[in-house]
DNA sequence: AGAAGCATTTGACCTACATCACAAATATAC
DNA sequence: GTATATTTGTGATGTAGGTCAAATGCTTCT
């Protein structure tokens, strides 16, 4: 449903149905099952996905096999390994579904293209780009500066929905530490 | 100078004299010494700088009183409490100078002038943005799966020149370790 | 429904890094 | 140029979280 897209983007930028119809043609659609990847390291990425339902995670796995959750992508999130996106490079990350999932697909081609037409399409994703680094440095403060249990009981507060939706195993690697662990920090 | 800035500019969007003059009118420039603020936490934040000369540590200071680091900007770099910028809130940040610094200053308002007044610009600022948000992608996968050695090695090579000009206490709370820890890891 | 595969918990032990304390070496200021 | 502060190095000891291993619960698939 292309009404979530509308809805996010309205929440920075007013459109007319013509301006987003106009958006919504530089867009695909996909949808995918439960397992299924968006991309896998190695891949050339030259999409960037809007998840219209379901759940994404993002994760990089290291040489000792060890994977390393950077995102999890929900209803409403934008995804994409963007290091291989903006630099045209081999991806790091894989995407993955942890549920039954519909994206909206937007290649890079189709982005600046729109962002070049529609001035009110650059500056969404301007501010889009603004609010992501925010968050991302808050991310880093609290790497920086907090124990892991610390750092559970904010993701606690902050997204409960996902301790439903998400093995904590998942949960523990994207806070940084070992399933066992988390396991003993819950208790 | 703002030699620097238009050439810095220039990397993403070429600029005629005219558009640079332009850019150029909605800048103050601003010379500190060492020492010397940007920003205290709890201050209001209505500006971004653009490092012309010297050197800005960014950081926190947590309830136990210790400093981390979040960025260290140098020439060319844009420096600022983001969060405190772009969502209108106090600062959680203290930015100041470890050397005598000029910065170009770049207020929110006249930012958002600029961006609206000529789409080179937003499209600058945005893509700066993309790939901002791209290296705090990668500080944070470097936190969950490296060691602080690693870590350490990695910051030697990519930034040889903050090991002349910074103290390494102030290295290793940018590492996120104490500064005995990256005594004996340089040894 | 039963088998095969994940997910979670718990225990015993290990390691990287923190903390505290002090000494030596450099800067900076009067 | 001596005094004061700041920076750095090193030792002894503490602790959060990692690793390995085994037991028990849950899903999912046929």
Redesign the pocket.
């Known amino acids: 449903m292309s009404v979530n897209l509308r809805e996010h983007i309205e929440k920075i930028v007013p459109l007319t149905d013509d301006e987003f119809a106009f958006v919504l043609s530089h867009f695909t659609s996909k949808k995918l099952k439960k397992h299924q990847f968006l991309i896998q390291e190695g891949d050339t990425v030259d999409h960037s996905w809007f998840v219209v339902s379901g759940l994404i995670k993002a994760s990089h796995t290291d040489e000792s096999d060890?994977e390393h959750i950077l995102q999890f992508a929900m209803e409403d999130w934008w995804v994409s390994d963007y290091q291989a996106y903006h630099y045209k490079t081999p991806a790091t990350l894989s995407l993955s579904c942890l549920e039954d999932t519909e994206v909206l697909c937007l290649s890079l081609e189709n982005s600046e293209k729109l962002c070049s037409e529609l001035q009110k399409a650059e500056h969404f994703f301007r501010r889009k780009a603004n609010f992501g680094y925010v968050a991302l440095q808050q991310r880093i403060l609290s790497l920086l500066t907090t124990?892991?249990?610390e750092r559970y009981e904010q993701m606690l507060k902050q997204y409960p929905s996902l301790f439903q939706r998400v093995?904590?195993?998942l949960l523990a690697s994207y806070l940084?530490?070992?399933?066992?662990?988390?396991?003993?920090?819950?208790?």
């Open positions: 060890k124990s892991a249990k093995p904590k195993t940084g530490v070992t399933r066992e662990t988390l396991s003993r920090l819950s208790s």
